[in-house]
């Protein structure tokens, strides 16, 4: 590990964990002057039926996850900081491992759990995956 960190990701998925997250992301960015990656991963794994409604349903959560992190940043500090936001759609754990490559982050951060209950139960399924699958240091916040 270097003495500090300058590209750091952190997944946001609306949930209070994910807040705590992305409030203890901006605090590390501001400290090691770190670039700020901000990625938010609307995941559709569960849809199924007419290809029409599931693209009209993928387009309101996409909708909703843009609002959601406009509310996220204009409630923080993050903007004394150099970032980059974007809203994927796809299984979360995978597309953070990817945008973590994507972006060559050397420090990705995530809540200890999300929205879903039965990733709940447990760790938190995606947190799990990626501190198992990350190819750089994996920081997560307890709430």
């Known amino acids: 590990m270097s003495g500090s960190y300058e590209k750091i990701l952190v997944a946001v998925d609306g949930s209070a964990t994910s807040a705590d997250a992305f409030n203890e992301a901006v605090s590390v960015a501001e400290r090691n002057n770190a670039r700020l990656f901000i990625l938010t991963v609307v995941d559709f794994k569960f849809s199924i039926g007419d290809p029409a409604f599931i693209n009209d349903a993928l387009k309101f959560h996409l909708n909703n996850a843009e609002i959601e992190l406009e509310q996220l940043i204009a409630n923080s500090t993050v903007g004394q900081i150099d970032y980059e936001t974007k809203i994927d759609s796809g299984s979360p754990k995978?597309?953070?491992?990817?945008?973590?490559?994507?972006?060559?982050?050397?420090?990705?951060?995530?809540?200890?759990?999300?929205?879903?209950?039965?990733?709940?139960?447990?760790?938190?399924?995606?947190?799990?995956?990626?501190?198992?699958h990350a190819k750089c240091n994996v920081m997560v916040v307890k709430p």
């Open 94 to 132: 995978r597309k953070i491992i990817e945008y973590a490559l994507e972006k060559q982050a050397d420090l990705i951060m995530l809540g200890a759990t999300g929205r879903g209950a039965v990733e709940q139960a447990i760790l938190g399924s995606t947190a799990s995956y990626v501190v198992n």
